[in-house]
């Protein structure tokens, strides 16, 4: 979409409420996947893979838009349609998730390791479409419409629902679900209680997630606003980190809730600039609880993450290491 045709469309943009069921999907293992391929193998998969994803399982959609390593889904229904369109939905992610592996296999274009996994966050209720419409060509009474786009929590609940996914599978709000979905697939989901940031920080809210594929963390059943935070880091010179070899072990001050609650990014210095002007997420690492907590990263993986980075020489490469201290 050009610039001119967008500012046609937000001029002329309204808003209203609707009812719909909202899906965020997201690609499991993308940011490895991403590391080890070349942006046009990326896109091919993309392009791809959403193609498949659009024609095969939710062709339904009445809105959809591409998050980077996802889809965030809209499916529109009223109180005549409600049961049907949400058991659809579910089955649909279900169905896709059963067969993500297959999907794009065999395909001449992608001959390279595509992801194997998918994680769905699904909420129901009201958002708010932003949507315009097209100039009336002659004697009509007004021209297409076009949705711009939607928003509200409804999507931010979805969206938190789909990190609750891992390592993949489905999850969905427990609200209002239970008595939507079929006998059948009830029997594919368990009722759990999770804290979600942004949404749920104080109370949980209850979940349901797929038996046998998704495993809730510790981390998510503790109330978010009692958090306790603890930040650790390590600094090597560019000189020394290029040449350190085997595997760096972090001892920490204290346990770790789990493996899920540990959050490692690596800052650096990029040629010509001041300060840590760039950091990525380290997101291959082992936490060891016993005899002593820590974590274990090896310095190859660090290297590849920042192979294609113009790190500034004689600069500094920091480790920061903030994980959720356990319980006492």
Not at 73 to 81: A, G, H, P, Q, V
Not at 93 to 98: G, P
Not at 128 to 145: A, I, Q, R
Not at 185 to 211: N, T
Request: contains cysteine.
């Amino acid at each position: 979409m050009n610039l001119v045709h967008s500012k046609n469309l937000l001029s002329a943009a309204q808003g209203r409420s609707e009812f719909v069921v909202a899906v965020f999907a997201d690609i499991r293992g993308f940011s490895k996947f991403s590391r080890a391929n070349e942006s046009p193998n990326i896109a091919m998969y993309v392009k791809r893979l959403y193609l498949e994803l659009l024609e095969k399982f939710f062709s339904t959609a009445t809105y959809c838009k591409p998050t980077g390593d996802g889809l965030l889904l809209i499916f529109s229904y009223d109180e005549n349609s409600l049961r049907e369109v949400f058991q659809a939905v579910v089955s649909s992610c279900l169905h896709c998730h059963s067969e993500f592996r297959k999907i794009c296999r065999g395909d001449a274009m992608l001959n390279f390791t595509l992801p194997e996994a998918i994680g769905f966050g699904i909420a129901r209720g009201t958002a708010c479409c932003l949507f315009s419409k097209s100039p009336v060509v002659k004697d009509g009474d007004g021209g297409l419409e076009q949705i711009i786009d939607y928003s509200g929590h409804l999507l931010n609940l979805a969206a938190r629902l789909n990190d609750v996914a891992r390592p993949s599978g489905v999850v969905v709000d427990g609200s209002f679900q239970n008595g939507l979905l079929s006998e059948e697939q009830k029997l594919l989901f368990s009722s759990d209680k999770v804290y979600l940031r942004g949404v749920a920080e104080s109370s949980p809210i209850e979940v349901l997630v797929q038996k046998g594929v998704v495993t809730v963390p510790n981390s998510r059943k503790i109330p978010l606003i009692d958090e306790n935070w603890i930040e650790e880091s390590k600094e090597f010179t560019s000189r020394e980190f290029s040449k350190l070899q085997g595997n760096y072990i972090h001892l920490l001050n204290f346990p770790a809730l789990s493996a899920q609650a540990i959050q490692i990014k690596v800052h650096f210095q990029i040629k010509n600039a001041k300060g840590y002007t760039a950091a990525l997420s380290v997101t291959e690492f082992q936490y060891i609880a016993k005899p002593k907590p820590e974590i274990v990263i090896a310095f190859d993986y660090l290297r590849n993450l920042l192979a294609d980075r113009d790190l500034k020489r004689g600069s500094e490469v920091t480790l920061l290491i903030n994980y959720l201290d356990a319980p006492h």
